[in-house]
C-alpha cells in the first residue's frame, strides 16, 4: 500500500498527490512513468512521473479527471492509499547520457501543453541541475487552466506563456508562440521537446521542422496498461512499429506517424467515454 502524503486540486479537475514509494523514487529518472491501482479491482492507469524525492522517498504524480479511472484517483485524500505504486517505466530521457559538457552547450526549448506540463517539470529540473540553458512554452486553453507557472518560472532561464482564448500572455497556441519566440526575439535552440496533446505534438513537430529544430515528443498519452502486453501504444516510428510504454515513451518527432497514433487514441478514447457512461448510470 502506497500512502497520499499530500494532494492538492490544481485547477477544478486537476490533481496534484505526493505518494509514498521510496523504491520507485529512488531509481526514478525525468521522462519515466509508473503504473497506479486504487484498489485490487482497479484498471491500471499509466501516469508520467512530474517530480520525485528519493531522500524523502515519493513520487509526485498529476492526473486529470477525464475518465472512471482517473476520477476515482482524484477522489482520494491526503492520507489515504494506493493498492499499487508500479515503476518507473519506460526509457529516461535521452539527455540522461550526455555529458556535462554537451548539456552546458545546448540550448532546450520546452513546449508543455495542458496537464502535459507537469511531466515537463522534471526534465526542466534536471537539465537546469546540469547546466544547460531551459526556455518553457506552456500553453492552456484559459488562464485558470496554467499549472506549474510558479514551479517553472523559478527553474527555468525564461517562461512564456500563452492561452487559446488571450486570457493570459500571448493569444494563440503553442505553435504561434515558438514562432514568436524563435522568428521574432531571434532566440537559438539546439533542442526542442513538446508533451501534451497529441495534437499538439503533432503541429509543434511540423513547426520545429519549419524552424530546423530537432524535437523530441512523449508519447504517454497512447498508453492503456503500461507493460508492453496489450498493444495500445503501438506506434509507426521511422517506418518500424514500436511500443511507447517500453521503447517509448519518447521518440524523435519528425519519426513519428502522428495521424496514425491519433486514429488509435480516437479507438481508446471511445471506450473510456462508454465506461464512464456506465459509471454514471450504475
Ligand atoms: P489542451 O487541449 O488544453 O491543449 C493544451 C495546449 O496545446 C493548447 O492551449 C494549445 O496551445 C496547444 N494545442 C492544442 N491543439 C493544438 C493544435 N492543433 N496546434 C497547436 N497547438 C495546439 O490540453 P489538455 O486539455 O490539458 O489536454 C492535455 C492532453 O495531454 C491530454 O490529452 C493528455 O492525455 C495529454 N498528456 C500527454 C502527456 C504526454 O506525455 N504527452 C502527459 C500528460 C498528458
Ligand atoms: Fe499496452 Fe504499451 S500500453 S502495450
Request: net charge negative.
Amino acid at each position: 500500500m502506497y500512502r497520499i502524503l499530500s494532494k492538492e486540486m490544481l485547477s477544478p479537475a486537476i490533481c496534484r498527490m505526493r505518494v509514498h514509494a521510496p523504491r520507485v523514487a529512488a531509481s526514478a529518472h525525468p521522462g519515466q512513468f509508473l503504473i497506479v491501482r486504487v484498489d485490487e479491482h482497479g484498471e491500471r492507469i499509466p501516469l508520467t512521473i512530474s517530480d520525485f524525492d528519493p531522500v524523502e522517498g515519493s513520487v509526485t504524480i498529476v492526473t486529470q479527471k477525464i475518465g472512471a479511472s482517473t476520477k476515482e484517483i482524484c477522489a482520494l485524500e491526503e492520507g489515504e492509499f494506493f493498492e499499487d505504486v508500479v515503476g518507473p517505466l519506460g526509457l529516461p530521457s535521452d539527455f540522461v547520457d550526455k555529458t556535462d559538457d554537451e548539456l552546458k552547450a545546448s540550448r532546450y526549448i520546452f513546449i508543455a501543453g495542458g496537464v502535459g506540463t507537469a511531466p515537463v517539470y522534471p526534465q526542466v529540473k534536471y537539465l537546469k541541475s546540469r547546466g544547460a540553458y531551459v526556455d518553457v512554452i506552456i500553453g492552456a486553453k484559459t488562464a485558470d487552466l496554467l499549472i506549474y507557472k510558479d514551479e517553472m518560472s523559478a527553474l527555468c532561464d525564461h517562461l512564456y506563456i500563452c492561452t487559446d482564448d488571450g486570457s493570459e500572455g500571448f493569444k494563440g497556441m503553442v505553435t504561434g508562440l515558438l514562432e514568436k519566440v524563435v522568428l521574432e526575439d531571434g532566440n537559438n535552440y539546439t533542442q526542442a521537446v513538446a508533451i501534451g496533446p497529441m495534437i499538439m505534438m503533432k503541429f509543434a513537430t511540423l513547426t520545429a521542422r519549419k524552424l530546423g529544430l530537432p524535437i523530441v515528443v512523449s508519447l504517454n498519452t497512447l498508453m492503456v496498461d503500461g507493460t508492453g502486453m496489450c498493444g495500445a501504444c503501438r506506434v509507426t516510428v521511422a517506418g518500424k512499429t514500436r511500443f511507447a510504454c517500453v521503447e517509448g515513451p519518447e521518440f524523435n518527432g519528425y519519426d513519428v506517424d502522428f495521424d496514425e497514433a491519433m486514429r488509435r487514441q480516437g479507438m481508446f478514447r471511445n471506450e473510456e467515454i462508454e465506461e464512464d457512461h456506465k459509471c454514471k448510470i450504475r
